[in-house]
C-alpha cells in the first residue's frame, strides 16, 4: 500500500510540473533578464521572509539546503505544497493600477533512505514572466507617458511578455559525521518566454514595427549544500550551512523576428535572426546560521551573491542592428534575510493551542540583477510574518498548516514602484509512514 501511495504521490508531482511554467506575475520589471527570481522557499520559510541556509529541522523540507535532508528521521514522510496570491499597486508618477494574480507554488516531499541518508524531491518555480503595458506619445507634443487617451492621435510601443522557468529536482543529503552533513540538488531546468514589442497607433502612420523574442530552454541545474550542528550546553543548538549553486551554460538559442508593415500598401516583410547558447545560469554562493533555545526560539541568518554581472544577455545592437550576445546588462545580487521562529512549548502534547503554534517573522533585502539602461534596476525590501498551526488528528499531530503574509516593495529612482502585498499557504503532511503497527 505504501508503495502504491508514493508511486501515486510521484507522479502528481510530476503532473504537477507541468503547471509549473504558469506566470505569477503581471510586473512590467519581469522583462528584462530571465524574469522576476521566485523564492527559493516552502510555507515555514514565508514567514521568515524565505530564511533557510543555516535552518535544520526534520519536521519540514528545506529546499534552500539540501544538507538538511538528514535531519530527516526514519519514520517520516513529509509532502509539502503551496499556493499564494497577491494584490499588487504599480505606481509611475500619479498614475496608480491595481493588479491581483494566484498561482500554484511548489509540491516537494522528502523521506529517510538510510541511516543519516536523506532525500527530497519535487516541483520549484525559478522566475516568472508576466507584462502588458503601452507607452504612448502625442503627435505633435514633446511630453510622453504610459497612458493616453482614446480622442488622441498617439504612437507609441506596447510590450507584452508571458512564460517563466521551473525546476524538477531531486536531492539527497548525508550526515557523514556528527554533526557534518553535505547535501546536493540536481535538477531540469526547463522553460520557455513569449516577449513582444510593436507599434501602437490611434492614426494612420505609414509603417509599423513588430518584435517578437523567443527561447525555450531545457537543460540542468545543480545546488550543493553544507550544515554543521553543534550543542551549546543542554539547551542551545548552533547550526551553520552553506550553499553553492554552479553556474553553468543552458545551451539555448534566443530568437528574433523583425515584422515591418506598411499600412498603405499592406505590404510586410519579416526578418529572423538568432542567438545560440544564448542563457546561463550565475554561479551563486551563499552562507546562514541559526541559533535555537530549548527547541521553542530559533533566530537566524542568511546571506546570497548570485553572480549575473559577468553573464553576457542577447540584445539587439543599435549600432550594427544584429542581435547578439551583449555585456554590462546585468549584475551581480546580494541578498540579506533575517528571521525568527517561536513555539511557546515545543512539547507536542501540551496543552493549550496557541502554546503548540509556530510564530515567525522576517525581513530580507535584495539588490537588483539587472540594468534598466544605464540605471540599476529595482531593489526589493520584503517583510513578512506566519503562523505554523498545528492540525491534529487521532493518532498524529505533526501535520502542520504553514500561513504568512508579505509585503514586498519593488522600486528604483525614477521608474515603477510595486507595492506588493500576498499571501502564502501551505500543507506540510509529516506522518508516520513507516512505523510498524503492533496489536496487544
Known amino acids: 500500500m505504501k508503495k502504491r501511495i508514493f508511486g501515486s504521490l510521484l507522479a502528481g508531482l510530476m503532473t504537477l510540473s507541468a503547471m509549473g511554467q504558469v506566470s505569477s506575475t503581471l510586473s512590467p520589471y519581469s522583462q528584462f533578464g530571465l524574469g522576476v527570481l521566485a523564492e527559493q522557499s516552502l510555507g515555514f520559510n514565508r514567514g521568515m521572509s524565505g530564511l533557510g541556509i543555516g535552518m535544520r529541522n ?68 525559478y522566475s516568472n514572466i508576466g507584462y502588458d503595458y503601452n507607452y504612448y506619445s502625442d503627435f505633435g ?40 552533513s553535505v547535501g546536493a540538488n540536481i535538477s531540469y531546468f526547463w522553460g520557455k518566454y513569449e516577449k513582444t514589442a510593436g507599434t501602437v497607433l490611434n492614426d494612420t502612420y505609414a509603417n509599423t514595427l513588430a518584435r517578437s523574442y523567443t527561447t525555450n530552454i531545457n537543460s540542468w541545474k545543480l545546488d550543493l549544500g553544507a550544515q554543521y550542528s553543534k550543542a551549546i550546553g543542554k539547551d542551545d543548538l548552533l547550526t551553520v550551512g552553506a550553499t553553492v549553486g554552479i553556474g553553468h551554460r543552458l545551451g ?4 528574433l523576428s523583425i515584422v515591418n508593415t506598411n499600412t498603405t500598401t499592406s505590404v510586410t516583410t519579416t526578418t529572423n535572426d538568432s542567438v ?64 525568527a521562529d517561536w513555539i511557546p512549548d515545543p512539547n507536542p502534547m501540551a496543552r493549550g493551542f496557541l502554546k503548540r503554534v509556530h510564530y515567525r517573522v522576517g525581513v530580507s533585502y535584495a539588490t537588483p540583477y539587472y540594468k534598466i539602461g544605464t540605471h540599476d534596476g529595482p531593489k526589493e525590501l520584503c517583510v513578512s510574518a506566519g503562523f ?21 516593495n519593488t522600486s528604483a529612482k525614477d521608474l515603477v514602484t510595486e507595492n506588493t502585498f500576498r ?18
Do not use: C
Open 423 to 440: 499571501i502564502n499557504i501551505g500543507l506540510t503532511f509529516n506522518e508516520r509512514w513507516f512505523a510498524k503497527w503492533k496489536v496487544d
Open 388 to 408: 505554523g498551526i498545528p492540525i491534529i488528528n487521532t493518532w498524529n499531530n505533526r501535520t502542520t498548516l504553514n500561513i504568512s503574509a508579505q509585503w514586498v
Open 276 to 339: 545560440l547558447n544564448a542563457f546561463k545560469l550565475p554561479f551563486t554562493f551563499g552562507l546562514g546560521a541559526s541559533y535555537t533555545h530549548k527547541n521553542s526560539l530559533t533566530v537566524g541568518a542568511d546571506y546570497m551573491m548570485q553572480k549575473w554581472g559577468n553573464i553576457d544577455y542577447p540584445m539587439v545592437n543599435a549600432s550594427t542592428s544584429r542581435y547578439e550576445l551583449t555585456s554590462g546588462l546585468l549584475k551581480d545580487r546580494h541578498k540579506v534575510t533575517v528571521g
Open 141 to 180: 507634443s514633446a511630453s510622453a507617458d504610459y497612458y493616453a487617451d482614446a480622442s488622441d492621435s498617439y504612437y507609441g510601443l506596447g510590450y507584452s511578455g508571458t512564460g517563466g522557468f521551473s525546476q524538477a529536482f531531486i536531492g539527497l543529503g548525508w550526515e557523514f559525521a556528527k554533526g557534518i
Open 58 to 125: 526534520g519536521k519540514y523540507v528545506n529546499v534552500q539546503n539540501p544538507a538538511s535532508y538528514s535531519s530527516i528521521d526514519s519514520l517520516t514522510m513529509i509532502l509539502d505544497l503551496g499556493v499564494s496570491g497577491q494584490i499588487t499597486n504599480f505606481k509611475e508618477g500619479v498614475k496608480k493600477v491595481n493588479a491581483k494574480t494566484a498561482d500554484f507554488d511548489y509540491a516537494v516531499m522528502a523521506f529517510r533512505v538510510l541511516p543519516k541518508l536523506g532525500a527530497s524531491l519535487g516541483v520549484i518555480p
Open 252 to 255: 539555448a538559442r534566443a530568437n
